[in-house]
């Protein structure tokens, strides 16, 4: 481990534990596609009931497989942040708040759980910890300055395949819009690729990290129901993905995703 | 450290405080006249609310922009579909069929955790703050509508 962010065991025989990690996590993502799914088809309480009952499964899980390592807690308590982000997402914001600001709120919450878990350090997820305050660093600046141009591509790309959407242009736009839109881009960032791919890389390795992250980063979109959105978040998630597993800390990608997320709500 | 008859004891308490705690939505959800809207429901009332959908050719990129993009992807259109649609309360409540029995489940196994000298029980506090957070949320909404 360099930096905190984990290397990861390279040329390794899959043994049936780590099987079992692998079914266990596709299970997980199943979950976490239904409930995204069912938002969309049936309705949101059930969604979140679904969200609530994976995070008392994860948590459980544990306490109820005695014989998983530290590291494979880690991936446990990692993975539970995405349930408990989603329910937060649709049980915090009400009508009574503006619209801004309950925005906000899930972000807010999600980086607040983030570091309560870092600072009060459980045993079990010591070994997902990571590092993020390594701004000097030139290779960090150029991650962060790619985040606008993948915007403006991502925006051309839209428009190419959406014949109803014309070229975007840039707009003036609110500062609470562009601040809850960076705030969530780190939020996003800092818990996927700082928590949950951290502790993935180095139970399935670095590709299978790397990509199972990405693809739960990307469900998080299918509630929004377009497919536009889920596979822009797909690409973006492995390009930001890679980037944090080859750099080792999550400072580049977290204002790269910030910046990239302000670039769009001023293009639209 | 707790002694193991003294957690027993405690969680019989916390079992039963629970198990009341629980009881007050399932009554509420029994007494309700009718089942609550479906999710196609609401959205087809709250589009309605909205008045007519946008003519062809006129102001069309703006209407797909708000079909497709949020400022933030956490509370992305079908949120913010559930948020404003509805009455608060009525909303508030279902939420709470859910949220508080999901706090009193954490709650719970975080107190028997801690009784019995377990590391996980923080990680159950954690996980249980956010849900705090909404079931808050859902108080003040709920009071709201008392307040009028």
Known sequence: ?268 | MMGRAAARRRARLIAATASLALAIPSVQAGAAASAPPTHAARASIFRAAQGPSPQPGVDKKAADESEDFAVTPLVGPAVREFVESGAEADRSSRLARIVVPLVLILLIERELLASLGRPEARAFRFYGLPLIACFAMIVVAQLRQYVG
């Open chain 1, 1 to 268: 481990m360099r930096d905190g962010y984990p290397v990861e065991d390279r040329g390794r025989a899959l043994g049936p534990r780590e099987w079992a990690a692998r079914v266990a996590l596709g299970t997980f993502t199943a979950v976490v596609v239904t409930a995204e799914t069912t938002a969309l088809l049936v309705s949101m309480e059930v969604s979140v009931a679904c969200y609530a009952g994976l995070l008392v499964a994860l948590l459980n899980l544990p306490l109820i497989v005695r014989s998983l390592t530290a590291q494979e807690r880690a991936v446990v308590m990692g993975l539970a942040l995405v349930p408990a982000l989603k329910i937060a997402a649709v049980a915090l914001p009400q009508v009574f708040i503006p619209a801004r600001y309950w925005e906000a709120l899930p972000a807010l919450m999600a980086l607040a759980l983030v570091f309560a878990l870092r600072i009060f350090p459980v045993p079990s997820l010591t070994a997902a910890r990571t590092t993020w305050i390594r701004l000097q660093e030139r290779e960090q600046l150029a991650i962060a300055a790619a985040g606008p141009v993948m915007a403006g591509t991502a925006a051309a790309w839209y428009s190419a395949v959406n014949s109803g959407i014309g070229m975007p242009g840039l707009v003036a736009s609110s500062t609470s819009a562009l601040a809850t839109a960076a705030l969530s881009g780190v939020a996003l960032e800092i818990v996927f690729r700082g928590v949950i791919q951290a502790s993935l890389i180095p139970v399935l390795g670095r590709a299978f990290g790397v990509a199972v992250s990405s693809f739960l980063y990307a469900a998080l979109f299918i509630g929004s129901g377009s497919s536009f959105l889920f596979v822009l978040a797909l690409v973006t998630g492995a390009v930001w993905g890679t980037v944090a597993a080859t750099a080792r800390t999550v400072t580049g990608v977290a204002v790269s995703h910030a910046l990239f997320a302000m670039f769009w709500v001023v293009l639209y």
